[in-house]
C-alpha cells in the first residue's frame, strides 16, 4: 500500500535527516505502531508530531457459536470501520499461537477474538499483538442491535466519542484497560472508511467490577447547515440508544498476546460451570434432606411425648 | 452442599512479580446474586494476581504518546459521580444516559472549537448501521404500541361514559315517567272538576285549570317525541312503511330516502290510498280527471 506523505512530512524527515548527521538525536518518546517505515515519519526532532493512527482490528470467532453473539460479532463489525472480519477459528489446543500468527497474516494490530463454549458461555479476547497485553472478560447481558426496542440508528462508519466512567482512572488495571479500549473501539482518524460526522457515542462504565457497553445515537436538533450550536440545543439534545448492549466481566489480563504472564486475575470471578455445579449440588440431595428431616421428626416425637389427652375417650362409644 | 468457610484474609494485593498460585482447595463462600446472570464471590479468592508494576509497565508500552491532539483519541473522562445500584435497572440505564449526555456536551464544546463539521447536516444520506427495512419494522412497531395505548384509552373512557350514560338515562326515564303521571293525573283532576261543577262551565274559561307541566295554550299537545317517519295526520301510526320497504337494508341513509320516496314521491303508501282523507270523504263517485287538467290550467297562468 503506497503511503501518501503530505509536503510538510516530507520536509520534516529531510529536516530530520539533516539533524542526525549534525547533532545527537534526542530520545524518542513516540510510538509507532506498524515497525518499518512508519517509524521514520515519526522520527521527528521537530515539534510537529506526525501520528497516524494505523490501527487494525481482527474480529474472529471460534466454531459452534450461537446465534445471539454472532450477531453480536456481526454488529460490532459494522461498528468498527477498521475492522477485519475473518473465518472461524477451528483450532483446539494451542489456540494462541493460531491466532498470533492469523492476525500476523492479516497485517492487524489488534484481536477481539469471541469464544463460545457450551453453546451458552461468551468470553471475549481483546489483545493488543503482536506482543502486547490481553485480556479475557466473560459476556453477559446481551442485546443486538436488532431488538426492536433499541430504535435508534447513525452512519455507518462515523467516529465515536468516547466517554469513560470516573473509576477508569482509580486502579492500574483500569487503566489499562481504558486504554485498550479508546485503541480498539476508536475509530482512526481519517481512516479510509470513516465517514465525517460525530453522530454517535459509546458509553464505557464501571459497575460492580463489570464493565458496561452502551452506543447511543445523538440527536442534536440545530439550525440548518451551520455548525453552530448554542447552549439551547445543548440542552435539548437527547440521546437514542442504538445498541449493542453488554456487559463485561474481566477474568485475567495477561502480559502477553494471547498468553504470557498474568498480570491480574479477577478475584471476584466465578467461572459458569462452577455455578452450574453449585445449582446442581443445591438440588441433589433433596430425597435425602427429606429422609433425614423425617428422621429428626420422629426422634423429636419420641423424646418429647405428648401428654394424655383428657377428651380424647369423649366420643368414644 | 455449599462450601462455607471462614474469612479469609484479604490478601489481595501482591506485589511480587509472577506470583504462583497455590491451588487452594477452600473457595470464598458464594452469593448468588441473580442479577443477569452475574454471580460475584462475596469474599475475594486469596489466590488473585495482581502485579501493579506490571501492569503500568504494559500500559507504557501501549499508550499513544501523550501531546496527541483531542480528536485522535476522541474520549471524555467523566469527573466524580455517585455510586448506582447494579440491579435497579432505571437508576443505572440513567446513569448511563446521563454520563453519555454530558460527555458529548463537552465533546461538542470542543469540537465548536476547533471550527471543523461535525453536526450531520438533515440532507446527508450515507449508509447507516441499519438498514431502512429494519428502521421500517422499528417504526410499525412503535407504532402499534401508540395505537394500542390509544385503544385501551379510549375503551377505558367508553366505559366510564357507558356508566355515566346509564345513570343519566335512567334519570330521563324516570322524569318522563313522573311527567306523564303528572299530566295523566291533571286531566283526571279536571274532568273530576268538571264532573263537580256540573258540565255548565265549558267554554274555554273551564280550561283555565294549568295542566302539570304543559302549556296553558295547548292543552292537547301530543308530546313532542320525535317520530320522524309519521306526519301528525298518519292515520296508519307510521307503519305504512313496516313491513314492505322496510324490509332489506333498512339503515339510516335508505330510510331516509325511502322515507323521502314515500312522504313526496311515487308508489309510496300505497295501502292509504284507498282510504279517505279530510278532502275525499266527501267525493261521492265521479270522475276527477278534469280537475286535474284545470288545475294545470289555473297553475299556468
Redesign the interface.
Known amino acids: 500500500m503506497g503511503k501518501k506523505r503530505k509536503h510538510t512530512e516530507t520536509e520534516a524527515v529531510a529536516n530530520g535527516n539533516k539533524d542526525e548527521i549534525a547533532t545527537e538525536r534526542p530520545k524518542r ?3 509507532g505502531f506498524k515497525d518499518g517505515s512508519n517509524t521514520e515519519e515519526n522520527k521527528d526532532s521537530s515539534s510537529v ?1 506526525t ?1 497516524r ?1 494505523k490501527e487494525k482490528v481482527l474480529v474472529t470467532c471460534s466454531r459452534r457459536i450461537s446465534y445471539r453473539y454472532r450477531h453480536l460479532m456481526l454488529n460490532l463489525v ?2 468498527l470501520p477498521h475492522c477485519k472480519k475473518d473465518n472461524k477459528v477451528e483450532s483446539k489446543d494451542a489456540k494462541g499461537e493460531t491466532l498470533n500468527e492469523l492476525v500476523e497474516l492479516k497485517s492487524c494490530s489488534s484481536c477481539l477474538f469471541f469464544e463460545c463454549r457450551k453453546g451458552k458461555d461468551l468470553y471475549l479476547w481483546m489483545s ?1 499483538c503482536p506482543n ?2 490481553s485480556v479475557k472478560f466473560l459476556v ?2 446481551v442485546h443486538t ?2 431488538e ?1 426496542k433499541l ?1 435508534g ?5 462515523s ?8 473509576n ?2 482509580k486502579q ?2 483500569w ?2 484497560l481504558k ?2 479500549f ?2 480498539i473501539f ?1 475509530t ?2 481519517d481512516h479510509r472508511k470513516s ?5 454517535h ?1 459509546f ?1 464505557f ?1 464501571i ?4 464493565v ?1 457497553f ?1 452506543n ?1 445515537q ?1 440527536s ?1 436538533p ?1 439550525t ?2 451551520t ?3 448554542d447552549r439551547g440545543d ?1 440542552e435539548k ?1 437527547t ?1 437514542v440508544e ?1 445498541g449493542p448492549r453488554f ?1 463485561l ?1 474481566p477474568i485475567k ?1 495477561f ?1 502477553g498476546s494471547f498468553g504470557g ?10 467461572a ?1 460451570n462452577q ?1 452450574r455445579s ?1 445449582e446442581k ?2 438440588k441433589a ?1 433433596k430425597y435425602a434432606k427429606k429422609v433425614k428431616a423425617k428422621t429428626r421428626r420422629k426422634m423429636h416425637q419420641l423424646s418429647n411425648p405428648l401428654e394424655v389427652d383428657e377428651f380424647a375417650d369423649m366420643w368414644k362409644e | ?2 462450601v462455607k468457610n471462614k474469612l479469609a484474609m484479604m490478601n ?1 494485593e501482591n506485589d511480587e ?2 506470583f504462583d ?1 497455590e491451588t487452594e482447595s477452600e473457595s470464598g463462600s ?1 452469593e ?1 446474586e441473580e ?7 462475596a469474599e ?2 486469596k ?6 508494576d ?3 509497565e ?2 507504557n ?5 501523550n ?2 491532539d483531542w ?11 455517585e455510586q ?1 445500584d ?1 440491579n435497579d435497572d432505571l437508576a ?1 440505564e440513567h ?3 446521563t ?7 463537552q ?3 470542543n ?2 472549537s476547533t471550527g471543523e ?6 440532507d ?1 444520506y ?5 438498514t431502512d427495512t ?2 421500517e ?2 417504526k410499525g ?2 407504532l402499534a404500541e401508540k395505537r394500542r395505548i390509544e385503544e385501551s384509552e379510549e375503551r377505558r373512557k367508553a366505559r366510564e361514559n357507558k356508566k355515566l350514560a346509564k345513570d343519566i338515562q335512567a334519570q330521563k326515564m324516570k322524569e318522563r315517567t313522573k311527567q306523564k303521571k303528572q299530566e295523566i293525573e291533571s286531566v283526571k283532576k279536571w274532568r273530576k272538576q268538571r264532573q263537580q261543577s256540573g258540565f255548565d262551565k265549558e267554554d274555554a274559561g273551564g280550561l283555565d285549570l294549568a295542566f302539570d307541566g304543559g302549556d296553558v295554550n295547548k292543552p292537547f299537545q301530543r308530546s313532542n317525541k320525535k317520530r320522524p317517519g309519521v306526519s301528525p295526520g298518519d292515520r296508519s301510526g307510521g307503519r305504512a312503511n313496516f313491513g314492505g320497504k322496510g324490509g332489506k337494508g333498512f339503515d339510516k341513509k335508505r330510510k331516509s330516502r325511502e322515507f323521502k320516496d314515500s312522504k313526496f314521491g311515487f308508489g309510496g303508501r300505497k295501502g292509504l290510498k284507498k282510504q279517505n282523507t279530510a278532502e275525499t270523504t266527501n267525493d261521492f263517485g265521479g270522475s276527477h280527471k278534469g280537475e286535474r287538467f284545470a288545475k294545470n290550467k289555473r297553475v299556468k297562468r
Open positions: 518518546t513516540l510510538l508530531v501520528f493512527n459494522s461498528l493488543k502486547g497485553p453477559n447481558a442491535m436488532e426492536l430504535t440508528n447513525h452512519l455507518k462508519g467516529r465515536p466519542i468516547l466517554t469513560f466512567s470516573s477508569f482512572d492500574p488495571h487503566k489499562l486504554e485498550m479508546m485503541q476508536g482512526p482518524k465517514k465525517p460526522f460525530y453522530d457515542v458509553v462504565s459497575l460492580d467490577d463489570h458496561w452502551r447511543y445523538i442534536c440545530h440548518g447547515t455548525q453552530k450550536i445543548l439534545m440521546l442504538v456487559c466481566n489480563i502480559g504472564p498474568t498480570l491480574y486475575e479477577n478475584p471476584f470471578y466465578v459458569p455455578i453449585l449440588k443445591q440431595g | 452442599m455449599m489481595q512479580e509472577d498460585p458464594e448468588e442479577d443477569q446472570q452475574v454471580v460475584k464471590l475475594p479468592s489466590t488473585a494476581v495482581y502485579n501493579k506490571g501492569l503500568l504494559r500500559l508500552d501501549i499508550s499513544w504518546p501531546n496527541l480528536t485522535h483519541r476522541l474520549n471524555i473522562d467523566r469527573e466524580e459521580q448506582v447494579v443505572r446513569a448511563f444516559y454520563q453519555g449526555l454530558e460527555g458529548i456536551r465533546a461538542y464544546v469540537f465548536q463539521p461535525f453536526l450531520r447536516p438533515a446527508y450515507a449508509e447507516m448501521v441499519k429494519h428502521m419494522k422499528v412497531r412503535l
